[in-house]
């Protein structure tokens, strides 16, 4: 195996070290707090600066992800990968789009539902994360010799 195929796997794992946990933390208490989340979003975006801000925050730590792993090789650098584009898109739509990402935040009983689903999903997610990033090793398979 290549160096620079090994220090992907290392890049990979270090960013699910902190993104593991970050997701399956987050994610979790969003699903459970959800309900009581109207007013806080609502707040949010009775503040222009706020929502400005917390875009161009988003779209900066995307982008240090999407430029500091530039790996796609295997799931959980597929998966970080997308989170950094996911991120950094989404801080996009915050600074440029405000309305219509303020529009995507009203959610009806049975939206709620679905979102406590899709959040839960995505907190497993991050447990996967995280334990590729805490508990695995690269793997490094015999390389051919060439003479």
């Not at 794992?13 to 609502?42: E, H, K, N, S």
Request: cysteine-free; proline content about 3%.
């Amino acid at each position: 195996m290549s160096e620079a195929n090994v220090e992907a796997q290392l890049r990979t794992r270090a960013f699910a070290r902190v993104l593991g946990p970050y997701v399956a933390i987050f994610t979790t208490v969003l699903a459970i707090r959800l309900p009581d989340m109207t007013d806080l979003i609502d707040n949010l975006f009775a503040n222009a600066a706020s929502v400005w801000i917390l875009g161009a925050v988003m779209l900066a730590g995307g982008l240090v992800i999407i430029g500091g792993h530039r790996s796609w090789r295997g799931p959980a650098a597929i998966a970080v990968s997308l989170f950094g584009w996911f991120v950094g898109l989404r801080g996009l739509g915050l600074i440029a789009t405000t309305s219509a990402v303020r529009s995507a935040t009203e959610l009806s009983s049975g939206a709620l539902t679905a979102a406590r689903i899709f959040f839960a999903l995505l907190a497993l997610g991050g447990l996967w994360l995280t334990y590729v990033g805490w508990f695995t090793k690269p793997t490094i398979t015999p390389s051919t010799k060439q003479s």
